[in-house]
């Protein structure tokens, strides 16, 4: 198998996506048992949906919450955390995760960008509104909520279709690519933008690039110059140590 020698790089990003978090319990959208097929997740994901279907939008994703809640980080987050440890001061490891679960964050990673937003956090959907999103477990089911400052409604804080990243996210994904020299994406499609242009970014920086997933996909994306095909939370330990 591919060896890393960690020692090496000085700042490593790591792209996660759903796959990462598959043997946590959280279904992917594609690959073996893949989601993409429902139609009526695509829908309760999209944001005109929720300005039509509100309370249809929170029970889809007061469901998804309770899952997330429930599952716990696996030997794929586990590594990552003690890849983290393991790093000299002049090092530095950044997970920049597509998913929304918040397992990178409980398993104890420190630099995560959740790019997509947190299903385990919800906000005003006013954005001149001044309430901050908040950590939220609550399942909405009965009747959507309205923010307590001005009563606009309140959502999920998770990136919806036919929304674009925050800002803040955008940009701190950005500075941390374009000073990586290690990337790795793990369980990931590679198949939604910008993230699946990430590789791009990194490689053209001179990073080495490497995907571990359980789908090679280098014909619809040339950048990944080495792939290890398996399951991450068997890998990842191995790699790592
Ligand atoms: P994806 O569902 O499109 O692809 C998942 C990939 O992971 C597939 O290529 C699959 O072969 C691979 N995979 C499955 N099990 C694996 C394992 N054990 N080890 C390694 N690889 C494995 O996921 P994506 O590329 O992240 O894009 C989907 C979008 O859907 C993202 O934007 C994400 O926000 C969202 N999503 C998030 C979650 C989550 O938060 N856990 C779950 C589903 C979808």
New binding site residues.
Partial sequence: MTKIDWSEYSKIVVLS???????SG???????D??WNDQKLVRLSDAYTFRTEPLEVWKFWSQTRKI?NQAEPNAAHLSLVSLEKSLRPDQSLSIIT????GLHDRAGSLHIIQY?GSVLRTRCENFLCSLEPFTDTKLYVDEVPLCPLCRARLRPDIVLFNETIPEHNARSAQEALLSCDLFIA???????YPASDFVRIAHERGARTIL????EFVERNPYFKETILG???LILPELIG
């Fill in positions: 996506g759903a796959g990462i978090s598959a043997a959280i279904r992917t959208y594609r690959g073996p893949g989601l997330c597509q998913n929304i679960d997509h793990i369980g990931t499609s590679g198949t939604v571990i997933n359980m789908e399951k991450a939370e």
